[in-house]
T-cell receptor, first 110, second 114 residues
């Protein structure tokens, strides 16, 4: 199916563990983005990518790592999860005039 | 840097009543402006966008928004809300399409009462 998917949809982990959130899009959009959504903050950009092997920091990149070896995939890794990273994470891909969002991953760090 | 302000955190409207959600932006040049809607437990869906031209923009689900440069505003309106419009609404701006990064407001939660 065409679109943008995220996995897992829900994840519970413990402080200090490494977690990877997956994002896959089928449109071959060049740009991809990772946001986190927290009450009172709206959506904040973590990292974005203009193309395969090109990534850049957003507003809140600390504690996160991204890679993009293929155009369609843009995984987000929390190298050592902290409680402050409990959030809902959204991946998006973009054509020129619109961003398309995945369904989100709800991450809880205990 | 550009910024977006949505001054209303929560709005309650009766079904069938009109709606206006406020959005103010801060950016020196002509911004590209968007309104997105997020239903509970869902991702974001684009309602409408403004790039240039006619300052009154029509979107999906009966929504419209008006760009007012003099007021740095891009308010979202609907003449008659339906219970299914209950959701979170986000205004966003992108400075240019060189990087396509969106800056979001903090959102307005809309509650519909019968």
């Amino acid at each position: 199916d065409a679109g943008i998917t995220q996995s897992p949809r829900y994840k519970i982990t413990e402080t200090g563990r490494q977690v990877t959130l997956m994002c896959h899009q089928t449109w071959s959009h060049s740009y991809m983005f990772w946001y986190r959504q927290d009450l009172g903050h709206g959506l904040r950009l973590i990292y974005y990518s203009a193309a395969a092997d090109i990534t850049d920091k957003g507003e809140v990149p600390d504690g996160y790592v991204v890679s993009r070896s293929k155009t369609e995939n843009f995984p987000l890794t929390l190298e050592s999860a902290t409680r402050s990273q409990t959030s809902v994470y959204f991946c998006a891909s973009s054509r020129v005039d619109e961003q398309f969002f995945g369904p989100g991953t709800r991450l809880t760090v205990l | 840097a550009q910024s977006v302000t949505q001054p209303d955190i929560h709005i309650t409207v009766s079904e069938g009543a009109s709606l206006e959600l406020r959005c103010n932006y801060s950016y020196g040049a002509t911004p590209y402006l968007f309104w997105y809607v997020q239903s509970p437990g869902q991702g974001l869906q684009l309602l409408l966008k403004y790039f240039s031209g006619d300052t009154l923009v029509q979107g999906i689900k009966g929504f419209e928004a008006e760009f007012k440069r003099s007021q740095s505003s891009f308010n979202l309106r609907k003449p008659s809300v339906h219970w299914s419009d209950a959701a979170e609404y986000f205004c966003a701006v992108v400075s240019n399409f060189g990087n396509e990064k969106l800056t979001f407001g903090t959102g307005t939660r809309l509650t519909i009462i019968p």
